[in-house]
């Protein structure tokens, strides 16, 4: 009776433990649980009762005093504990602190979510096993984060075959994105494929870009080192939708057109091509023009309109040889501030350039801003007929040199003619008032939706074909100088982040001298001395 007596307290414990072990495995079965609990407290006032007179003395004691003060401590510590436990469930925030930030959203993924108006409901059809669940389970959980308008769902294609015959679904791995009735299907994993499929059915409808054609401008249908194809395909996994256009049998532009792109003409295009391009910007049109040197001469009095004046030159830049190329590839690695460059970090690279600076006079209502310049190792080359290029100061001007530039136009005020005096009668008076109140009501209206014209002007056009469009961030710059152009400023973007890996590259000479010095010479040193000291330790 006495052991019992003296060990209730740990008999008490034990059933309080297997209570909450009861609970945790068979939650269905509370009664038991409640049951070995209410034993625990029972045995645990027992105990007090029984050992009252002992406890008191026990209370006394300085170990007690010292053993209660340890306990609060302990409590406290642990109160804390739960209470930043509790404040960081409610409020969550990550932090990537990989150097490339592999584990982050890029820009241009934050800026979709932050502009999202409706839910998007994400469906994953991932079998049981797919080695692709996790990482698509992890970055949709960073969206959420981003947005909690993104709601997502994993569907195991097996157990619900339903859901299968309701969405179609073919092939595991399948991820369908929802707003309302339009829907975007991806089968891969990537940030990149799950934004582009998040902007197509977000946007109320597809802009329409023009490419102009019969000057001899590089295609959007070509695949080779000199086309664009690139450029469409990245366009249109913006939601964009790219066609061709041929000025020359035409005054007007397409309805639907909210973009010209007029890639690298050989030729001067026709009087009424300009008059047509003309009007379209200053009624709010974009024109994305890249001009390539020694090309398209007529270009350069058209452009001293909008303030841009084009040089007869080449850029020659020395830093390019140190980066594998020759001098006359330019490489732009910083940038003028605007909303295209405000958060583009990437070096570009302009493939035989010529200069793009402002005008010395600027018309009204025209306002222009540099974009990109070469490095200070650059010069404009103006003696394009000699043999050899070399830096001359009286004619070349020095580094850096501006090869990029943008344009605002703002729309222009309709001039309203002055009405003749006429003598006229009360009810004529009321009704050309009434005229008039209309007619001003229809101009307010018309001047909101008037918008501001837009131009970006190049200095080059290879930059954006096949061959150069991966180099760097060069397509990210096209991308981003469209995505301007046309107003879609959630989409000015920077290149997704990737991880670099962290490999050593050595000649054969240096893997063998590793291999002798880590493998050979040092183990060899390490036993010599060890010996060394043996034989030292047995001679004394």
């Keep these: 009776m006495e052991k019992i007596k003296q060990y209730l307290n740990y008999i008490a414990l034990v059933l309080i433990f297997l209570s909450l072990v009861s609970l945790r495995i068979w939650p269905y079965k509370k009664t038991i649980a409640l049951l070995l609990g209410l034993l625990g407290v029972a045995a645990l006032a027992a105990y007090i009762i029984l050992n009252l007179s002992v406890l008191k003395q026990s209370f006394k004691r300085k170990s007690f005093i010292y053993s209660g003060n340890l306990i609060f401590i302990v409590i406290l510590v642990l109160a804390i504990l739960v209470l930043i436990n509790y404040f960081f469930s409610r409020h969550h925030h990550r932090f990537d602190f990989t150097e490339a930030k592999i584990h982050s959203l890029s820009d241009q993924s934050i800026k979709v979510l932050e502009n999202l108006k409706d839910e998007v409901n994400v469906l994953c059809f991932f079998r049981e096993g797919n080695i692709s669940q996790a990482k698509m389970e992890n970055l949709l959980k960073i969206y959420n984060y981003h947005s909690k308008k993104i709601k997502y769902e994993f569907i195991d294609p097996d157990k619900n075959p339903g859901m299968i015959k309701r969405y179609d679904v073919t092939q595991d791995g399948t991820t369908i994105l929802e707003i ?37 401008e590089a295609s959007i249908e070509i695949s080779e080192e000199g086309g664009y194809t690139l450029a469409k395909e990245e366009l249109e996994k913006l939601a964009y939708e790219v066609k061709k256009l041929t000025l020359a049998l035409s005054d007007t532009f397409p309805q639907d057109c909210a973009l010209l792109v007029i890639p690298g003409a050989k030729k001067d295009l026709l009087p009424n091509e300009l008059e047509t391009i003309r009007n379209y910007i200053s009624e709010g049109g974009r024109v994305f023009l890249m001009v390539d040197p020694e090309t398209a001469p007529g270009l350069k009095s058209f452009l001293t309109e909008y303030g841009i004046q084009l040089e007869d030159d080449l850029i020659v830049d020395t830093v390019s040889r140190l980066m594998g190329g020759d001098y006359f590839m330019p490489i732009v690695s910083e940038y003028e501030y605007h909303e295209i460059t405000s958060e583009f970090r990437y070096a570009t690279f302009f493939p035989y350039a010529r200069s793009v600076s402002v005008a010395e006079e600027k018309p009204e209502g025209i306002s222009v801003n540099i974009l990109a310049k070469t490095s200070t190792n650059s010069w404009s080359e103006r003696q394009l007929t000699d043999s050899e290029v070399t830096f001359n100061k009286d004619k070349d001007k020095e580094g850096p040199i501006s090869l990029a530039a943008v344009v605002t136009v703002e729309p222009k005020e309709e001039e309203k003619e002055e009405p003749k005096e006429e003598k006229e009668t009360e009810e004529e008076e009321k009704d050309k008032k009434e005229t008039e109140a209309k007619e001003e009501k229809q101009t307010e209206e018309a001047e909101e939706t008037k918008q501001e014209g837009r131009l970006a002007v190049f200095g080059d056009s290879d930059f954006a074909t096949n061959r150069y469009f991966n180099f760097s961030g060069n397509g990210n ?13 959630d989409l000015i973007s920077i290149q997704l982040k990737t991880s670099s890996p962290r490999t050593i590259h050595m000649t054969a000479t240096q893997g063998r001298i590793l291999f002798f010095v880590s493998l050979i010479i040092l183990p060899l040193i390490v036993l010599i001395t060890g010996i060394s000291v043996w034989v030292r330790r047995r001679s004394l």
């Excluded at 990537?190 to 000057?215: M, P, Q």
């Excluded at 710059?477 to 400023?489: K, S």
């Design 180 to 216: 309302g009735d339009k829907e975007s299907r991806i089968t891969s994993s990537d940030e990149e494929d799950i934004t582009n499929a998040i902007i197509k059915i977000s946007r109320e409808k597809k802009k329409v870009l023009y490419f102009l054609e019969g000057h001899g």
């Design 477 to 489: 710059f096209f991308l981003n100088t469209v995505n301007w152009l046309t107003e879609e400023a």
